[in-house]
């Protein structure tokens, strides 16, 4: 029996217990409610990031340490075309080809060798084949012991930023090409006036010593040569104005399919009994307002380097026809609104040129040719009436299959005055000594022109600028103003503005070897002006004097 001091000992021993059971249970209850907690707020963390993962459209994919995929999420399937349940399981290799999959080998070898954070830029394949571009994030993935378990990737779809990367690209390109061709041809144009002076000199001497020399052959002989040289620096000169922009246009409605069908015989003699030539025209007129002499220049210098291309023989295609811009083909001619355009497609069954040849052909003075058989200026050329005509062109070629132009040109839905006609070679009227009032600061082709007038049956007056001129239109009876455009004192324009203040109805024909002074930056000849563009023979002249003269154009015409 125990006392009670024993038994308040044991009482107190049995209450501290009591204590320490109640404190522990509640510390328990504590804690596993803790835990609970914790465990749903990491399940909720999870699933969050679980549906940040699913929603986002980005791929986020992972692998083991062997690139076998063990997590691939719906902006994978999305980017890929594959399920998930589809690639889990498989190697990565799948997105790519095998030049891919030695990429993705380095990179993960990289990344376990400790580079943080490799991201690249590079092309992976759709389920079904297609490309795409992608923007990779990878990172090692690692355990709880920091041991590593496998890859992390984030990838970005770019397709449409690269596409439209390139499409800038190309534009930037143009520009570039615009603004080298703008700065030749401010050369071109500062030396174009002196230089075709010159040559109306050097032609129309030619000339008159050829009929001088009538009889003696080996002299007529030497002189053919000579005016063969003469008549290659015009058209050289006239390519540079072209494509820089400084030549004279006199635009016109025209049949694109009629233009071909003129120039089908000239290329016949052309291009060679070793090339087919195929002219397929459109059923409906393909009406475009251009320069008839430029399309005829166009086709000509495309169907040269057709031929060229072609050396063992092939097959040379012209086809007029329509397209409307407004899907795939409005991509390939960034500097055309969507519409209606008439198009004109050039194609041979050639040698074909590569991508970086096809690259730089339009630039002024670039040639594959051997030295002597080209001037680099055919195609620049091209490039500039097209551009000038308010088109674009492109080229598609590929080595061994040949290549094709295509030309687009605003369409014209009524024609206006019908296709172009061919120069007249009849001989010009008599002046019946009609009194020409000629004005040109260049004295020695001042002389020519005198002589070519005097011939023609005409009295004429010889001033060498503005001022002069005045003073002779002033003293004298005048039938027309013959007036060159770039002057040192006054500018052609201006002096038949003056003229026409006294006598507005006489008749004025400029004449220039570079029109910038007269047609300012449109470069188009308004229809109510006429101009001779130099050099030009004796016959030109004639006919171009005849033509202003209202008496003579009715018996003339």
Not at 55 to 82: K, M, P, Y
Not at 97 to 113: F, K, L, S, W, Y
Not at 315 to 320: D, G, I, K, P, R
Request: charged share 20%; with cysteine; hydrophobic share 45%.
């Amino acid at each position: 029996m125990t006392t009670v001091p024993e038994q308040l000992f044991l009482l107190g021993n049995l209450a501290i217990l009591l204590t320490y059971v109640v404190v522990t249970a509640v510390v328990v209850v504590w804690a596993v409610r803790r835990r609970g907690r914790l465990q749903d707020e990491a399940d909720a963390h999870r699933a969050t990031l679980q549906a940040v993962a699913e929603h986002t459209d980005d791929a986020i994919i992972g692998s083991d340490l062997d690139g076998v995929l063990t997590a691939w999420n719906r902006g994978a399937e999305q980017i890929f075309g594959w399920t998930a349940d589809e690639v889990v399981g498989r190697h990565a290799r799948i997105l790519t080809d095998e030049a891919g999959a030695a990429e993705q080998r380095d990179m993960m070898r990289r990344i376990r060798e400790g580079e943080k954070g490799v991201p690249y830029e590079t092309r992976r394949f759709r389920k079904d084949g297609t490309p795409v571009e992608a923007s990779f994030s990878v990172a090692l993935v690692r355990d709880r012991f920091g041991q590593p378990i496998g890859f992390s990737a984030v990838v970005r779809d770019i397709t449409a930023l690269k596409e439209a990367a390139e499409r800038q690209r190309a534009v930037e390109e143009r520009t570039h090409q615009a603004q080298r061709m703008e700065s030749l041809g401010k050369l071109a144009g500062g030396v174009a006036h002196d230089f075709n002076n010159i040559l109306a000199i050097i032609v129309n001497y030619t000339d008159f010593a050829a009929e001088e020399a009538a009889g003696n052959d080996a002299l007529t002989a030497d002189l053919r040569h000579v005016r063969t040289a003469a008549d290659r620096a015009i058209n050289l000169t006239r390519q540079l104005l072209t494509f820089t922009r400084g030549d004279t246009i006199q635009p016109r409605d025209v049949d694109l399919s009629a233009a071909l069908a003129e120039v089908h015989a000239m290329l016949g003699r052309t291009i060679g009994e070793h090339i087919n030539l195929i002219m397929v025209p459109s059923a409906a007129p393909v009406t475009v307002h251009v320069d008839p002499g430029q399309l005829q220049q166009v086709v000509l210098n495309l169907a040269i380097n057709a031929r060229d291309a072609m050396p063992d023989g092939g097959t040379l295609v012209l086809e007029a026809n329509t397209a409307d811009l407004d899907g795939g083909e409005l991509d390939m001619q960034p500097a055309l609104p969507a519409g209606a355009y008439a198009r004109l497609l050039v194609s041979d069954t050639g040698e074909g040129m590569t991508a970086d040849v096809a690259a730089h052909i339009f630039e002024p003075f670039y040639t594959t040719k051997p030295r002597g058989q080209g001037t680099g200026l055919g195609l620049s050329t091209v490039y500039g009436i097209v551009a000038e005509a308010g088109g674009s062109i492109n080229v598609y070629s590929e080595p061994g299959v040949g290549t094709t132009f295509r030309i687009y040109l605003p369409l014209v839905t009524a024609s206006g005055d019908g296709a172009a006609t061919l120069p007249r070679h009849d001989a010009p009227p008599a002046g019946d000594g009609r009194t020409i009032l000629v004005v040109e600061d260049e004295p020695a082709l001042a002389r020519v022109v005198t002589r070519i007038l005097t011939d023609g049956g005409y009295h004429v007056l010889t001033a060498t600028g503005g001022r002069q001129a005045l003073t002779l239109f002033h003293q004298h009876r005048c039938d027309a103003l013959l007036t060159d455009v770039i002057m040192p004192e006054m500018s052609g324009r201006r002096l038949a503005e003056l003229v026409h203040a006294s006598e507005p109805a006489l008749p004025v024909l400029y004449m220039s070897g570079y029109s910038n002074g007269l047609l300012g930056t449109t470069h188009v000849l308004d229809g109510d002006i006429a101009f001779i563009e130099k050099p030009f023979t004796a016959h030109d002249l004639l006919h171009k004097i005849a033509e202003v003269l209202p008496d003579l154009t009715r018996r003339y015409g």
